[in-house]
């Protein structure tokens, strides 16, 4: 099948502006509050809170900002062990070494394909000191928050939510970014709403949120000078960033809207394909839909082996895989991923512990067995699955196109 490349690249996801962040950003501008301190930046937190409904949101430099000072406000220790989410970007994991603390790898369920209560469950039997969890919310599909919640309460752990994919998705009718004790947004490029970067920590405590003020502010204490009793940081929000967001903050709904359009119209599109989108469960949650993926049915796969940095397949008549769908996508100028990889098969993280809800709970393997069976959840949707082009200035005729290429690959 010969298709003309798109003249114009079609992105995974890509900031989308509209206008008013010129605005806010030129007032900045024309007043002088080129810093770390602004109107843009209050009204960024004001504006955050009542959408999503928290009681405190303090403006940051990065959704890992967030993350890190999340890890300080929950208390990790060097040599902490902490549960957190195997399948997912490594921002959300990061911030527990930043802290000393030793991330424990919780597989993933194939719901929603987010942390799954019964291995956290048994990572409790394992680890019963565990203090802390950090959950995230895979491609704006909210994990099983209510149960894992449930489980840090019988084990007394702090819950803390990686929302920064997430934002303006609901579990239950609620926001995520409000399930754990502290949680973490974004505004990074990619995000369905950007500053070009930032990101918040969005808390209901008081004294938490005042923390984190300080902490961002290099923790100056309050004296006539520069006064330290305690370690800082410079994670604030820029005022211009702040601005981008004001500007941004309106259409949330709106990219929301287009992005479940583009899952929709895939979904119908691949019925008859031996493949499933992104899952999610319709009963109790609303994803935001940031990105659209897809999993390759296990006998529609074709051989496919990945080393560290590179990944080969053989072609079948009726079969594809995840390689030679990107392949076909990146040669029409389309930006598809493969997906995330988990961070138990990543080289600076093999070497801590693992736990899947099968077996034993003490899960080592990071090569998927492809002879019909697979040790983790993770690993198998890593090897099945790819993130589609899912960026809401993608127009029909454009998403037409791809979806002509991908039935292509099972021919
Ligand atoms: C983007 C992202 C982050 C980090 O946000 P930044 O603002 O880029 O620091 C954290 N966790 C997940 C799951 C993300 O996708």
Not at 101 to 116: A, K
Not at 211 to 221: A, G, H, I
Request: with cysteine.
């Amino acid at each position: 099948m010969e298709v003309k490349a798109f003249e114009k690249k079609v992105w995974l996801s890509s900031p989308t502006m509209h206008g008013d962040e010129l605005k806010y950003v030129t007032e900045a501008y024309e007043t002088n509050w080129m810093s770390t301190v602004g109107k843009n930046i209050n009204e960024v937190e004001r504006i955050v809170c009542e959408k999503i409904g928290c009681k405190y949101a303090v403006a940051l430099s990065a959704g890992t900002a967030a993350l890190h000072l999340a890890m300080k406000l929950a208390g990790v220790k060097p040599g902490d062990k902490v549960f957190c989410t195997d399948m997912t970007f490594d921002a959300t994991v990061n911030p527990v070494v930043y802290e000393g603390g030793v991330p424990v790898f919780i597989d993933c369920e194939r719901e929603t394909w987010n942390m799954d209560p019964e291995a956290l469950e048994k990572a409790f039997e394992l680890y019963p000191e565990v203090k802390v969890v950090v959950v995230a919310n895979l491609y704006g599909v909210p994990a099983k928050l209510d149960e894992i919640r449930a489980i840090c309460d019988v084990h007394g752990a702090v819950l803390v939510e990686d929302a920064a994919e997430s934002m303006g998705a609901t579990y239950k009718g609620v926001q995520t970014g409000t399930f754990g004790a502290y949680n973490a947004i974004s505004f990074n490029g990619n995000k369905i709403i950007t500053g070009s970067s930032g990101g918040m920590l969005l808390t209901d405590h008081l004294e938490a949120a005042n923390k984190t003020r300080k902490w961002s502010t290099q923790s100056r204490e309050n004296a006539p000078w520069y006064q330290h009793e305690e370690l800082g940081y410079n994670y604030r929000m820029s005022n211009v960033i702040a601005g981008v967001v004001c500007g941004q903050l309106p259409y949330l709904e709106e990219h929301i809207a287009q992005k479940k359009a583009i899952y929709m119209r895939y979904k119908e599109a691949f019925k008859d394909l031996p493949v499933t989108m992104n899952p999610y469960m319709e009963d109790i949650m609303e994803p935001n839909f940031w990105l659209s993926c897809l999993l390759i049915d296990e006998d529609a796969m074709c051989k496919q082996v990945r080393s560290e940095t590179e990944a080969l397949y053989v072609k079948e008549p009726g079969k594809t895989c995840p390689t030679e769908i990107l392949e076909k996508l990146t040669a029409i100028n389309a930006e598809g991923r493969p997906i995330w990889k988990p961070m138990h098969m990543q080289p600076i993280y093999r070497m801590n512990p693992f736990v899947t809800a099968e077996g034993n709970g003490r899960c080592r393997s990071d090569a998927y067995i492809d002879n019909g069976k697979t040790l983790n959840v993770g690993a198998d949707i890593f090897h099945r699955g790819l993130c589609l082009p899912s960026d809401n200035k993608m127009t029909v005729e454009e998403q037409n196109v791809i979806i002509e290429v991908i039935k292509g690959c099972f021919a």
